[in-house]
């Protein structure tokens, strides 16, 4: 695994730690932290031997979004160019962005956001790109970019009304406000609310173990079909799935699941 200067990553049967490691900036997310989360993901994607992923931040906080001196560089940079370069260059940052993001979701292990303290801004780009969230009772959450006077523009928009629906989403975006454990959860943000810190790694990896347990290639499938699903018709993602399932109902890992059961005995599968 390469070495990542901020982010701490640990790899253990099967499950792949993730630490935002910006503690003394509340993990918010700078160039350096923006860039080795795509290519760790990426990593992890690509590496058999990691089966579920646990994204988490060291020290009070989830992240508190974009690192302000980010965007403040970025406004420098920008300022001596003149409005189509600007606009191109500001273009191509933005994609950028979104392509780290997006790197969760296409990251084709199962990743599980666990949240504590504040989860701002970048934070519900981050998580919301996640398959699920669980969170500490005390964290607290916001879509802070309006009141940056921006958009969110790294999948907040898209993402967060699939998961708790449109009026809800559209409120919470358009005011910026502040809301916590209770609410994400009782909205359907959260999956599982723990009364701490400790708790909630002890959760969020139970999870993952159970997550390592299954066969990687029918995860890794299932993950797929789901995110074809969302994005398609009904006609076409059913054909989708048709075709994604013949290779694992012709392959060896339903053996292995079937001769499990008739032992009583969990199966094993390659990674």
Same mark, same amino acid.
């Given at each position: 695994?390469?070495?990542?200067?901020?982010?701490?990553?640990?790899?253990?049967?099967?499950?792949?730690?993730?630490?935002?490691?910006? =503690?003394?900036?509340?993990? +918010?997310?700078?160039?350096?932290?923006?860039?080795?989360?795509?290519?760790?993901?990426?990593?992890?994607?690509?590496? =058999?031997? @990691?089966?579920?992923?646990?994204?988490?931040?060291?020290?009070?906080?989830?992240?508190?979004?974009?690192?302000?001196?980010?965007?403040?560089?970025?406004?420098?940079?920008?300022? =001596?160019?003149?409005?189509?370069?600007?606009?191109?260059?500001?273009?191509?940052?933005?994609?950028?962005?979104?392509?780290?993001?997006?790197?969760?979701?296409?990251?084709?292990?199962?990743?599980?956001?666990?949240?504590?303290?504040?989860?701002?801004?970048?934070?519900?780009?981050?998580?919301?790109?996640?398959?699920?969230?669980?969170?500490?009772?005390?964290?607290?959450?916001?879509?802070?970019?309006?009141?940056?006077?921006?958009? +969110?523009?790294?999948?907040?928009?898209?993402?967060?009304?699939?998961?708790?629906?449109?009026?809800?989403?559209?409120?919470?975006?358009?005011?910026?406000?502040?809301?916590?454990?209770?609410?994400?959860?009782?909205?359907?943000?959260?999956?599982? @609310?723990? =009364?701490?810190?400790?708790?909630?790694?002890?959760?969020?990896?139970?999870?993952?173990? @159970?997550?390592?347990?299954?066969? %990687?290639?029918?995860?890794?499938?299932?993950?797929?079909?789901?995110?074809?699903?969302?994005?398609?018709?009904?006609?076409?993602?059913?054909?989708?799935?048709?075709?994604?399932?013949? %290779?694992?109902?012709?392959?060896?890992?339903?053996?292995? +699941?079937?001769?499990?059961?008739?032992?009583?005995?969990?199966?094993?599968? %390659?990674?």
């Amino acid at each position: 695994m390469k070495h990542f200067t901020s982010l701490a990553v640990t790899l253990q049967d099967g499950i792949a730690q993730v630490e935002f490691n910006r =503690p003394e900036r509340a993990n +918010a997310f700078n160039h350096t932290l923006w860039a080795e989360l795509g290519t760790l993901m990426q990593t992890l994607d690509a590496t =058999p031997s @990691v089966r579920a992923v646990v994204l988490s931040g060291r020290g009070r906080h989830f992240t508190a979004g974009i690192d302000l001196d980010f965007l403040l560089a970025l406004r420098s940079d920008l300022a =001596p160019l003149d409005a189509a370069q600007g606009a191109a260059r500001c273009l191509e940052t933005i994609l950028w962005l979104q392509a780290q993001v997006t790197a969760i979701e296409a990251c084709r292990k199962p990743v599980i956001a666990a949240i504590h303290g504040a989860c701002l801004g970048g934070g519900i780009d981050i998580s919301s790109a996640c398959d699920f969230r669980y969170a500490t009772a005390d964290a607290r959450f916001a879509v802070k970019e309006i009141d940056l006077a921006i958009i +969110a523009d790294l999948g907040t928009l898209q993402r967060l009304p699939r998961i708790v629906g449109e009026g809800v989403a559209r409120e919470l975006i358009l005011t910026g406000r502040e809301f916590g454990a209770a609410e994400a959860e009782r909205r359907g943000f959260l999956n599982a @609310v723990f =009364p701490d810190v400790a708790a909630l790694t002890a959760g969020a990896l139970a999870t993952a173990q @159970v997550l390592a347990s299954k066969s %990687p290639l029918a995860l890794r499938g299932t993950k797929a079909a789901l995110n074809f699903s969302r994005d398609n018709d009904l006609a076409p993602a059913l054909h989708e799935v048709a075709e994604r399932n013949i %290779p694992l109902l012709l392959g060896p890992d339903i053996a292995e +699941a079937l001769s499990a059961q008739r032992a009583g005995s969990p199966p094993r599968y %390659p990674d």
